[in-house]
């Protein structure tokens, strides 16, 4: 445990130690600010106020595309790119087991996804409190941060598995997001095949929020995931235990 | 770290590892006790680097084991690779990161400390580029820095391949006194791949030649030197009695 520990925080310091990580939430920060001065604007000119909750608009967007981007750089810098140059010979070298290198770079990953998950909900929910707004909605915008920092990591398990089939991280980096967005465009035109694929959680917030909660189409769908998740996972971890380094 | 008496710090028994093209090497057997320098000697694409990634845990015997100081690599790794330092082929670094920033990392989970850093950046005389950036280090340097990061935690096993590879010739005879020390000093064994007799010979106590992912002999340097003037000559006369005394 206290090796998985130190494992992980070696992978996360690495992640820390590249700057487009840093670049990318500070892009992050710097939208939402653009996005409500958009909104301000239009509130001056139109003489009308929306009172828009901003931690909601900007919620599906963020998790939906530039979270799962980031999220799959993480993994691909961790896995492909370390298995192309050698460097990850220096992780698999020391005492730390294959299993809990594997566990600790998608923990890492999955990590800074939710950082930047929660980083939105509080800098939206700062920008609103000091532009006069109440916070409305403040438990239920929460709930679904937190709502969908779970089909997050399905997607972040996704592209490990894809790193494993894949050597280069170009490949991997361009398969994760094809899959992604085939899943959204399948979400759209063939509804009943999109239930079937976890992406269609990619806002399951609003499956849950808001509305009397069905407990056995909602148990189905915590088990898809779940189903997904594992395959994924275990399927992945299967290939990375195996390999000659 | 303490080293159980009557323990070989490594024991390969009958292993063979295969790579999907069918290369790769057969039925070795390879036993050292502390304290021994072992040289893997043999040309290019014998298997000596192979043979190291089993030990190592980076590869997968196809049959057979290899235990390091009585534990399996393949059933308790853990218990297994702490004992162990690895230089393998070119040496695994993050380039975006500084030799110290490289260092720290593998102390972390090895558990060593600043001073342990400290003094493996020393040893490999690498003390004033610490805060560069591996990017910008020379092909010796690189080399240097990953056998500062074999040394750190002074595991008890060593495992180098090629460990002088890119290196100056004061840093050639730097890195033999080294090793030669540690092993009488503090009883380290050592397994060393090399293509160059005259560096084995040297260097080893201990000789294994591999040729064509066989294991032709492993006697002690000694031995070897009684049999033919130099270790160039054994070597040559135990590869052409393999090949049926056919002359090159
Ligand atoms: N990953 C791999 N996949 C397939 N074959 C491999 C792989 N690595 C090595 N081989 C083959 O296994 C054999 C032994 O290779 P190995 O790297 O162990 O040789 P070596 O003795 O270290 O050579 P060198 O002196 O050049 O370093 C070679 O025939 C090589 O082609
Ligand atoms: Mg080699």
């Known amino acids: 445990m206290q090796l998985f520990g130190r494992a992980y925080r070696c992978e996360l310091i690495k992640l820390l130690a590249r700057k487009k990580f840093i670049v990318f939430l500070a892009l992050e920060v710097a939208i939402c600010g653009i996005v409500l001065l958009v909104q301000l604007a239009v509130e001056h000119v139109s003489g009308l106020a929306f009172n828009v909750n901003l931690r909601m608009m900007l919620l599906g967007f963020f998790i939906s595309a530039y979270i799962p981007l980031v999220s799959f750089m993480a993994v691909c810098d961790l896995f492909s790119s370390e298995i192309q140059d050698g460097s990850l010979r220096a992780s698999l070298l020391l005492p730390a087991s294959r299993f809990k290198v594997y566990l600790a770079k998608a923990l890492s990953a999955y990590t800074v996804a939710v950082v930047y998950l929660f980083s939105l909900f509080v800098v939206t929910a700062v920008l609103e409190l000091s532009f006069g707004s109440t916070l409305h909605g403040f438990f239920e915008s929460f709930g679904s941060y937190l709502l969908d920092a779970i089909p997050l990591a399905v997607v972040i398990l996704m592209a490990v598995f894809f790193n494993q089939i894949l050597r280069s991280p170009t490949l991997a980096m361009l398969l994760c997001i094809g899959v992604l967005l085939a899943a959204y465009i399948v979400n759209i035109f063939l509804p009943q095949v999109g239930a079937m694929l976890f992406t269609s959680y990619g806002q399951w917030h609003n499956l849950f929020i808001g509305k009397a909660l069905p407990f056995l189409p909602m148990m189905m769908k915590v088990g898809l995931l779940l189903g997904y998740g594992t395959v994924f996972f275990s399927a992945g971890y299967y290939i990375f235990e195996r390999r000659d380094m | ?248």
Do not use: W
């Open chain 2, 1 to 248: 770290m303490t080293e159980m008496t009557g323990v070989p710090a490594v024991r390969v028994s009958n292993m063979t590892k295969l790579y999907k093209n069918g290369r790769g090497v057969k039925n070795i057997d390879l036993t050292l006790e502390p304290g021994d320098i072992v040289g893997l000697l043999g040309p290019n694409g014998s298997g000596k680097t192979t043979i190291m990634k089993v030990i190592v845990g980076l590869c997968h015997a196809t049959d057979g084991t290899a235990e390091v100081f009585g534990h399996s690599i393949e059933r308790d790794y853990e218990a297994a690779a702490k004992h162990i330092g690895a230089l393998i082929e070119s040496p695994a670094l993050y380039y975006n990161l500084s030799a110290e920033k490289n260092l720290r990392l593998a102390a972390r989970v090895r558990g060593a400390g600043d001073e342990d850093i400290a003094r493996v950046l020393a040893l490999v005389r690498l003390d004033r580029y610490a805060r560069d950036k591996v990017a910008r280090f020379s092909l010796g340097m690189k080399q240097r820095l990953g056998l500062a990061l074999a040394l750190l935690g002074s595991p008890d096993l060593l495992v180098l391949d090629e460990p002088t590879n890119g290196l100056d010739i004061e840093g050639t005879v730097e890195v033999r006194e080294l090793i030669l020390r540690l092993a009488a000093e503090r009883g380290h064994a050592f397994l060393i791949a090399s293509h160059l007799a005259s560096e084995i010979e040297r260097t080893c106590n201990k000789v294994a030649i591999i040729h064509e992912g066989e294991l032709l002999s492993f006697v002690s340097v000694a031995e070897a030197v009684r049999r033919a003037p130099t270790l160039e000559d054994y070597f040559l006369a135990e590869v052409r009695q393999k090949r049926g005394g056919a002359v090159i």
